[in-house]
Structures are given as structure tokens and as C-alpha cells.
């Protein structure tokens, strides 16, 4: 698992400029009917658990929020979250614009373009959702109080051209959304029970930001002339 700077666990509960979605064109989403499309596996990064013992370290801490984070998941079968959301969003694209899923590719090492289009090459599209970061952390001088947070983006690729049709960021903030905090032994009771709901509301959430956000152009209507 890559390990990811504080700064990722402290954005993902804060104000944060999110890249710009680009949408995909009218006329893609008709060209799109009847063509494939794989789902691109990727490595999943570090979930990183900030207390706020481990915030007064620093680097140590975040050495430690890792250390503590990548524990709690493997222990509780914590999953990550980006193949559930690439499913979900590729089931709407095969209903509702005629792609086809034709499975899932090996895991991708790399962000590359031309090395995502070589793992999916014999398919038409690949869908690229990779999870950003995922954590819990404190609530700023509320020693007692935790949030969970999510981010992901996604890429959808024509492998013929190795280019970018559409892609988007999506992320989640459980204080922004309105939850209470709760306490750190909330979060893990239960096999981290609490941590699994919000990654399943995370994930929700992002699948209907990326198909409303990206996916949503009306299709042009073909001349009859």
C-alpha cells in the first residue's frame, strides 16, 4: 500500500479545490452503444487513522496513522471502495447508454495512460476509479471527536487513443454532510462496523456525484434525413 502525507487526511476534512469534472460529450455517449468496457483494478493506498496522540508527531504520526490505519483494515476486511463505486457506475453506462462490461483488468501500477490502455487492450473503454484517501481523523481541538473521510477519482479511457473521454473527482466529508462526530471506540466496535457504513454511504454518494456529474449529457438525436 502507498503511504499518503498528513495533508491528504486533513484535506479530505477541510476546504479543498477539487480539480474540474469533465464531462463526457453528447455525441461520445452515442458513439458509446454496443462498444466494451473493462474496469482497470488499482492498488489501494493507505487508510490512514489520526488520533490525536498521533497528530502531535508529525512525520512519526503519520508513520504511525498508517501504520495503526493499514492494521485496522486488514484485521477488520475493510474494503476499499473504488471497485465498488467503478461497478455501480459501469452497471449505469450498460443500461443506460448500451456499453458492455467485459471484466476487470490486472492491477494497474501506475496512473499511465498507455500502460492502462495496454492491461485493457482487446476493449473499447476502461474505467478507472482509484481511491485518493480514505481516514478518520479528529476534530480539529475536539480530542474526543472523529469523522470519516473519502475522496476518489475517475477516468474513463478510450484504449484505442489511450485519452481521457471524461473524468471527475469525488469526495466525502462526514462533518460536512451533516453527521456527528463520534467516539474512536465507536469507530472500531463491532469489526469497525461504523467505518464500513460510511464508506458504504461514501461510495453511494461518489457513484451518484460521477454518473450525474459526468455521464448525464442528453444522447443527440440522430438525423432521419
Not at 4 to 13: E, F, K, N, W
Not at 80 to 104: C, F, H, N, W
Not at 179 to 203: P, R
Request: hydrophobic share 45%; glycine share 8%; net charge negative.
Amino acid at each position: 500500500m502507498k503511504i499518503l502525507p498528513l495533508i491528504i487526511a486533513v484535506s479530505l476534512l477541510g476546504a479543498c479545490a477539487a480539480p474540474q469534472n469533465l464531462a463526457i460529450s453528447s455525441d461520445s455517449l452515442v458513439s458509446m452503444r454496443g462498444k466494451s468496457l473493462v474496469l482497470v483494478q488499482r492498488e489501494s493506498p493507505s487508510f490512514v487513522a489520526m488520533t490525536s496522540g498521533k497528530g502531535m508527531f508529525a512525520v512519526a504520526g503519520v508513520g504511525a496513522a498508517v501504520a495503526a490505519g493499514n492494521k485496522m483494515v486488514s484485521e477488520n476486511r475493510i474494503v476499499d471502495p473504488a471497485m465498488s463505486i467503478s461497478r455501480s457506475v459501469a452497471g449505469k453506462l450498460e443500461a443506460q447508454y448500451g456499453l458492455t462490461v467485459s471484466g476487470e483488468t490486472e492491477l494497474a501500477s501506475s496512473d499511465s495512460l498507455t500502460g492502462i490502455a495496454a492491461l485493457a487492450d482487446g476493449s473499447d473503454y476502461a474505467l478507472d476509479v482509484v481511491t485518493n484517501g480514505w481516514t478518520y481523523i479528529y476534530d480539529g481541538f475536539n480530542f474526543d471527536d472523529y469523522f470519516v473521510g473519502y475522496s476518489s477519482a475517475l477516468r474513463l479511457i478510450d484504449v484505442r487513443t489511450a485519452e481521457v473521454v471524461s473524468s471527475g473527482f469525488c469526495g466525502y466529508d462526514a462533518k460536512k454532510a451533516g453527521k456527528a462526530a463520534v467516539a474512536h471506540d465507536t469507530l472500531l466496535a463491532d469489526n469497525a462496523a461504523y467505518i464500513k457504513q460510511e464508506l458504504a454511504d461514501a461510495s453511494a454518494i461518489c457513484v451518484q456525484e460521477f454518473t450525474a456529474n459526468l455521464f448525464s449529457a442528453a444522447p443527440a438525436v440522430a438525423s432521419t434525413r
